[in-house]
């Protein structure tokens, strides 16, 4: 996970940097409603098929909110900043409702990494040091809770970068500091076991 990680996140710092400038010089977006602009990289539904960028479809619509609050601030760096000050918060509005209501399609993800571990993290936490089992606070089936987002059927890659963000400090946004501690208390192998087991989890589609 670790080399490959590495690899994509270079390959997609280059493309997301590309896109950026098409934005800001090329892409003419008037008349454009706010989320089909996020489409050019999550896709319209929501459901991204590329690893650096997360899939939006079915996440929850608070936590869409406060990361792209959190972007327009600078409390979470990153490429997203660009494009989130550009974004009022009307249209912040309307693109966390209407990834919200998108439904997940795509299949869960196959990977090949050993998930036993990261399945008894998610479910059962960790005694040393002590990690409270993730459910507790992203739902028994992966689904999220308000501002804490669905990770079910996530990028495996996006995952496991942005808990070494926040085990490395390098992502600070989280409330209380939350996900700095429990990542931190984490091995990178743990990391990796956790991001694919949470991959391969179905979401649970919505009526």
């Given at each position: 996970m670790n080399n490959r990680c590495g690899k994509l996140q270079l390959v997609f710092l280059g493309v997301i940097s590309v896109i950026t400038e098409l934005y800001a010089d090329t892409i003419d977006m008037s008349g454009q409603e706010?989320?089909?602009?996020?489409?050019?990289?999550?896709?319209?539904?929501?459901?991204?098929?590329?690893?650096?960028?997360?899939?939006?479809?079915?996440?929850?619509?608070?936590y869409i909110h406060k990361q792209l609050q959190d972007f327009r601030s600078g409390k979470r760096k990153g490429t997203m900043q660009s494009i989130a000050e550009i974004l009022s918060n009307k249209e912040i509005d309307i693109v966390?409702?209407?990834?919200?209501?998108?439904?997940?399609?795509?299949?869960?993800?196959?990977?090949?990494?050993?998930?036993?571990?990261?399945?008894?993290?998610?479910?059962?936490?960790?005694?040393?040091?002590?990690?409270?089992?993730?459910?507790?606070?992203?739902?028994?089936?992966?689904?999220?809770?308000?501002?804490?987002?669905?990770?079910a059927n996530q990028l495996p890659d996006y995952l496991y970068t942005q808990m070494i963000n926040f085990k490395q400090a390098a992502r600070k946004n989280d409330s209380g500091a939350v996900m700095r501690r429990i990542s931190s208390a984490l091995t990178e192998q743990e990391i990796a076991s956790l991001a694919s087991f949470l991959a391969t989890m179905p979401i649970e589609t919505k009526h």
């Open positions: 706010p989320y089909e602009r996020c489409g050019y990289c999550h896709e319209y539904d929501g459901n991204s098929r590329m690893p650096g960028f997360p899939s939006l479809a079915g996440q929850s619509e608070d966390a409702r209407y990834f919200s209501e998108q439904q997940t399609t795509l299949p869960p993800i196959e990977d090949r990494t050993d998930m036993t571990l990261g399945k008894k993290i998610y479910f059962r936490g960790k005694q040393q040091p002590i990690v409270p089992a993730c459910a507790s606070c992203h739902g028994k089936q992966g689904e999220g809770m308000h501002v804490n987002p669905r990770l």
